[in-house]
């Protein structure tokens, strides 16, 4: 599976983007799909994981209630919506693809294919 990030971007603080991620899986919602981002100097940090059919999502708590996370089956591509950016959000965001029975997986070991990440900035 190839997963392929883009809409990252310079953005002022209070501000949106919206991040996609294209995969090339002939069965995409075979794989559950998660957020992560990763900021100079830090550990990859968890963001968002939905489910195969994308009845389920969960956030992480520093993003709740600004970002969301969804997928749509048909295009193969799984979306993060950031809105009320902050100058704390400024990371590389990368999506990653998981197989396996558990959809809701936030430590980067439990994902299989990674795309090669986007970086987002915010300015205050």
């Known amino acids: 599976v190839q997963l392929q990030a883009s809409g990252g971007g310079l953005v002022q603080a209070g501000g949106s983007l919206r991040l996609s991620c294209a995969a090339s899986?002939?069965?995409?919602?075979?794989?559950?799909m998660g957020w992560f981002r990763q900021a100079p100097g830090k550990e990859r940090e968890f963001v968002a994981a939905?489910?195969?059919?994308?009845?389920?999502?969960y956030h992480a708590d520093s993003v709740k209630g600004r970002f969301t996370i969804s997928r749509d089956n048909a295009k193969s591509t799984v979306y993060l919506q950031m809105n009320s950016l902050k100058p704390e959000d400024t990371a590389v965001y990368y999506c990653?693809?998981?197989?396996?029975?558990?959809?809701?997986?936030?430590?980067?070991?439990?994902?299989?294919?990674w795309g090669q990440g986007t970086q987002v900035t915010v300015s205050s």
């Open positions: 990653a693809a998981a197989r396996g029975r558990r959809w809701l997986l936030v430590r980067p070991i439990e994902y299989d294919y």
């Open positions: 899986a002939r069965t995409f919602s075979s794989y559950s």
């Open positions: 939905v489910s195969w059919f994308g009845d389920s999502t």
